[in-house]
């Protein structure tokens, strides 16, 4: 079965960098794209990132662009967040799934782990 397993999560300063990891496994990791979530303290899932299964396709939502980049090693089946210039904002629970852009929400998601950017 599918399972997906996120690390990396802390507590960090603003401005602050973290990268998170997601391995992957019981799917076909290389063909598939792959997708970071967030779900902030009372709020719904917030889609953030996408990558297509070449790495080279990638899509960011606007609260991140230029601060987040996506990226994956289909040798090691994991996916990467790389995150910059973390902001309050960004404080959430980040989960991965091994859907894209527009159907992320119906595909399963590891148990998240925690960004908490304050000071």
């Known amino acids: 079965q599918v399972q997906l397993v996120e690390s990396g999560g802390a507590l960090v300063q603003p401005g602050g960098s973290l990268r998170l990891s997601c391995a992957a496994s019981?799917?076909?990791?290389?063909?598939?794209?792959m997708s970071w979530l967030r779900q902030a303290p009372g709020k719904g899932l917030e889609w953030v990132s996408s990558?297509?299964?070449?790495?080279?396709?990638?899509q960011y939502a606007d609260s991140v662009k230029g601060r987040f980049t996506i990226s994956r090693d289909n040798k090691k089946n994991t996916l990467y967040l790389q995150m910059n210039s973390l902001k309050p904002e960004d404080t959430a629970v980040y989960f991965c799934?091994?859907?894209?852009?527009?159907?992320?929400?119906?595909?399963?998601r590891g148990q998240g782990t925690q960004v908490t950017v304050s000071s």
């Open positions: 019981g799917f076909t990791f290389r063909i598939s794209a």
């Open positions: 799934t091994n859907e894209g852009r527009l159907y992320y929400t119906r595909g399963p």
């Open positions: 990558v297509g299964a070449a790495s080279g396709d990638t």
